[in-house]
């Protein structure tokens, strides 16, 4: 799942920047819920501050589908924590026959889910792989899809889910920014 | 570029490993005197009352497979809670392997080119792969940056504070719920479980 740097240099070159990934999306039909959940998820103060003070280089390579609405939230997310942080390079890869190569090498619990992200260094060296759903995303589809008295969901609903899902991920690059930050392999060669 | 082949867990793999692998005692009895650490983080913390009624309401088994350095001080600062979690489920089936001994499954979950431990392998009941988290949460990068970024270096076997760990175990949790959630409302295991 965590791949090596070599192949993920070279599918990352083929990535596109949110817009142009966006934009190979149907006007009428896939795009809509991209523009609408970016539109949604500008970054609060803290948050920008946060994502602005992220210091080391960071690429970011997202396995996904324009037709995805999961895709569409994580996705637009993501794309608002790089807008804030000109380290963060991220990339969009759509999954599709062109990057079987990738997609095979991605299965989670049996099957090719999307998105599927992996954080990398600046050298391409993996660093984590997150995927396909976060936690409030799938409490809340537990609470839709399972009886009530299976769904095993004590947390209580967040006041906005869209938001919760930034927050998620805001998160999750947050902790892939200090493990970069403290590597003593990368503090060597920045000298700091 | 020419793309590189590069491998990817698969199932079978992953069994062989888990079947290989140590429970909790065994894999502290590898050396009793690193394991007193162990033990002493262990019996610092404890699930609350909720945490113990989310656990316990797990309804899908969950493999997890920690590659681990009994030598590690983030594994013993982390492996107890992992335990502690595993514990309150008869679900969740948690093994422990040495990275060291297993060196075919650490060199392909390299993180930032370094056989970084601890790493769990979270996997569905037919051994599928589903997570892999690791080395460290997000409460535990931010109190390592705390000390380190501000020039305080923390003696080995310094205590962990009380919120340190709690949020640490919350981390893992989170994780843990994550992964049985993905199972729980997986197409392919409710058609199987028939729920």
């Keep these: ?192 | 570029m020419p793309t590189t082949t590069t491998p990817c867990l698969k199932a079978t793999f992953l069994k062989s490993k888990f079947d290989a692998a140590l429970d909790w005692d065994a894999y502290l009895a590898t050396d009793a005197d690193k394991a007193a650490d162990w033990r002493t983080i262990y019996d610092q913390v404890a699930l609350t009352d909720e945490q113990r009624r989310l656990v316990s309401g797990f309804t899908r088994q969950v493999k997890a497979l920690c590659v681990s350095g009994i030598w590690c001080g983030d594994c013993v600062q982390q492996g107890p809670l992992i335990q502690r979690i595993a514990e309150v489920s008869p679900l969740i089936d948690l093994r422990w392997v040495d990275r060291d001994e297993h060196l075919d499954l650490a060199e392909q979950i390299k993180i930032n080119a370094g056989l970084r431990v601890p790493l769990v392998v979270f996997m569905a009941e037919d051994f599928e792969p589903v997570s892999i988290f690791g080395d460290r949460t997000l409460t535990r990068y931010r109190a390592l940056a705390a000390r380190q970024l501000a020039g305080a270096c923390p003696l080995p076997g310094a205590p962990v504070p009380d919120d340190e760990l709690a949020g640490t175990l919350q981390d893992w949790l989170d994780e843990v719920e994550r992964v049985h959630l993905l199972l729980r409302t997986s197409a392919r295991l409710r058609q199987q479980h028939g729920d």
């Design chain 1, 1 to 192: 799942m965590l791949l090596n740097a070599d192949f993920l240099r070279n599918k990352f070159e083929q990535g596109l920047g949110y817009g142009d990934f966006v934009a190979l999306g149907e006007p009428e039909g896939h795009r809509p819920p991209w523009d609408q959940r970016y539109g949604q998820l500008e970054l609060e103060r803290p948050q920008r501050s946060l994502a602005e003070s992220f210091s080391r280089p960071m690429k970011v390579l997202c396995l996904t589908g324009t037709w995805c609405g999961d895709c569409a939230l994580q996705g637009s997310a993501m794309a608002r924590v790089a807008d804030a942080c000109p380290a963060i390079d991220l990339r969009f890869l759509l999954r599709c026959e062109e990057h079987a190569d990738l997609v095979t090498r991605a299965p989670i619990n049996g099957g090719f889910r999307v998105p599927v992200t992996w954080f990398m260094a600046e050298d391409f060296e993996p660093v984590a792989v997150f995927g396909d759903r976060t936690l409030s995303r799938y409490r809340s589809i537990a609470r839709k899809q399972l009886p009530p008295d299976q769904a095993n969901v004590l947390a209580p609903p967040p006041a906005d889910p869209v938001r919760e899902v930034l927050r998620e991920v805001l998160d999750f690059f947050e902790r892939v920014e200090l493990l970069l930050r403290l590597s003593p392999r990368l503090r060597k060669t920045h000298g700091d």
